[in-house]
């Protein structure tokens, strides 16, 4: 059974909570936006409102860093962000290119720190199954 | 990096969780260093080192001194 150290038990905590109010915040916020007619100033509100949760998310990613005693889960995460910071930011840049002309649609720009998450959460499965399943 | 430590870890009789409770690692980390999948910092093989009573060059091979055995 795998076991977490406890920064990663920290983290994950913070993760689920920030992810909870993210859940809880983004309707109301869609419906307002959909059914109400929003100045500038509230929208902008609105707009933070909505992506506090999420910067808090990456902020734990720095505080687990910062927290993780354990050196080899530490530079396992480490090697996990560079690739994924590196294939999101081949990925915005190859689709931004595509978009300029015209062969692909526009995308919300929201969408390049969900690419991110998704990739590091594929390559922490693939080095998971490629060690077997064991640790 | 090539070691010693899966032998010197059976001569006590300690599990990985044993050794990785006295270095205050996870047992994961004590498997990847076991298996050389992961190479421990300076710090942390002083630790070792300290844990087991030996100088580094007897737990853990150095690869250089590997590579000129092979020539």
């Known amino acids: 059974m795998t076991s977490f150290t406890p920064a990663q038990r920290a983290h994950t905590r913070r993760i689920l909570w920030l992810m909870l109010v993210y859940l809880i915040i983004l309707p109301p916020l869609v419906w307002l936006h959909a059914h109400r007619h929003i100045g500038p100033a509230f929208s902008l509100v609105m707009a933070i409102a909505a992506a506090l949760p999420l910067l808090g998310v990456f902020a734990s990613w720095g505080r687990y860093l910062s927290d993780e005693r354990d050196e080899y889960h530490q530079s396992l995460t480490l090697r996990r962000i560079a690739i994924a910071t590196n294939a999101t930011m081949g990925t915005a840049i190859v689709w931004g290119f595509l978009q300029a002309f015209g062969a692909m649609p526009l995308v919300e720009a929201y969408w390049i720190p969900f690419v991110w998450v998704v990739i590091q959460g594929v390559f922490a499965g693939v080095s998971y199954l490629s060690r077997g399943g064991k640790e | ?71």
Do not use: C
Request: avoid cysteine.
């Open chain 2, 1 to 71: 990096m090539q070691n010693r430590l899966r032998v010197l870890r059976a001569e006590r009789s300690w599990s990985q969780q044993d050794l990785a409770d006295k270095l205050e690692v996870s047992r994961q980390s004590v498997n990847a260093i076991e298996t050389g999948k992961y190479d421990p910092s300076l710090p942390l093989a002083f630790r070792i080192a300290e844990l087991f009573a030996l100088p580094i060059e007897e737990i853990f091979v150095s690869p250089s001194h590997r590579s000129s055995k092979a020539i």
